[in-house]
């Protein structure tokens, strides 16, 4: 069992940049994460493979967000700029053992944290 714990959301205007935080329990996963606005189904956000050589992006967020990690802090990073109203939504940090698997039906997931971006 893994056990994920997300931090770093809040409030920022539109322009702005935020960066999330998802410290894991344990090591060698495949982490991402994933977002869901009210309303909305969950989708995915951002994945890196657990050596941090391969990173995915959704299109929405390309050349905006990045994803990076330290394996030695177990810890991923999802660095947001530029940021939009539309990017409003509950940030969900995930991991599995497969980097496929992370970007489509990860095995854990963290509680998730709030990121509200204001017009």
């Known amino acids: 069992q893994v056990q994920l714990v997300e931090s770093g959301g809040g409030l920022v205007q539109a322009g702005g940049s935020l960066r999330l935080s998802c410290a894991s329990s344990g090591p060698r996963y495949a982490m991402g994460w994933f977002r869901q606005a009210p309303g909305k189904e969950r989708e995915f956000v951002a994945a890196?493979?657990?050596?941090?050589?391969?990173?995915y992006y959704a299109d929405s967020v390309k050349g905006r967000f990045t994803i990076s990690r330290d394996n030695a802090k177990n810890t991923v990073y999802l660095q947001m700029n530029s940021l939009k109203p539309e990017d409003t939504a509950v940030y969900y940090c995930?991991?599995?053992?497969?980097?496929?698997?992370?970007?489509?039906?990860?095995?854990?997931w963290g509680q998730g944290t709030q990121v509200t971006v204001s017009s």
């Open positions: 890196i493979s657990w050596s941090g050589g391969s990173t």
């Open positions: 995930a991991a599995d053992g497969n980097y496929v698997a992370v970007t489509t039906r990860p095995t854990y």
